[in-house]
């Protein structure tokens, strides 16, 4: 007859606890895929926003309000082009495309600042009239909520057209307003 001491059945109880609290064995049956988690959006990457303005040249003898599409990104610290195409109705038809290199900066978690300068264009024409300038711009943005549902960008624009009749106006100055939809996730 084998006599069994009680100390030997309790580390047989112990070294099967250990075995089954294991790392690897308390995985067992667990998906090999983790689920997705959700990351807080970051306010980076490109948006569009649909901007409202009112431009005017230095004498004075123009203004017009303006509607545009702007397309710019918005993650900080990184070189991005900014794209506008405004247009609004005067005596004619007039189309103002900037193209320019801009710099957000964040100044916060949700807001931004984005100094830019580039080409500028305008095209106006109407009553058989057509009429095609080029120019140069520079302005800054303002963003506040870039990454929410909404955001609000508040925009300055100021153009130097190239041609001599637009060059004696001086400079053609925009302030606008935008806002863009959907959140950045």
Do not use: C
């Not at 901007?51 to 005017?56: F, H, I, M, N, Y």
């Not at 189309?95 to 900066?105: G, N, S, V």
């Amino acid at each position: 007859m084998v006599r069994r001491s009680p100390e030997l059945g309790s580390l047989k109880w112990l070294a099967a606890m250990l075995l089954v609290m294991s790392p690897e064995t308390a995985r067992a049956g667990l998906p090999l895929v983790e689920p997705r988690r959700p990351v807080e959006s970051s306010g980076h990457g490109p948006r569009a926003y649909v901007e409202l303005g009112r431009a005017s040249f230095e004498d004075g003898e123009f203004k017009g309000n303006q509607m545009g599409l702007r397309f710019v990104s918005m993650t900080p610290n990184q070189p991005s082009l900014d794209f506008e195409l405004a247009a609004w109705l005067a005596p004619g038809a007039i189309i103002t495309p900037d193209l320019d290199l801009a710099y957000p900066i964040a100044l916060g978690p949700d807001v931004r600042i984005a100094p830019r300068v580039g080409l500028s264009g305008l095209l106006a024409g109407g009553g058989g009239f057509l009429y095609l300038a080029a120019g140069m711009n520079a302005g800054v943005g303002f963003i506040a909520n870039p990454k929410g549902p909404v955001s609000l960008r508040l925009d300055y624009t100021a153009r130097r057209f190239m041609d001599r009749e637009l060059s004696d106006e001086g400079l053609m100055h925009v302030l606008s307003v935008g806002f863009a939809f959907g959140s950045r996730e």
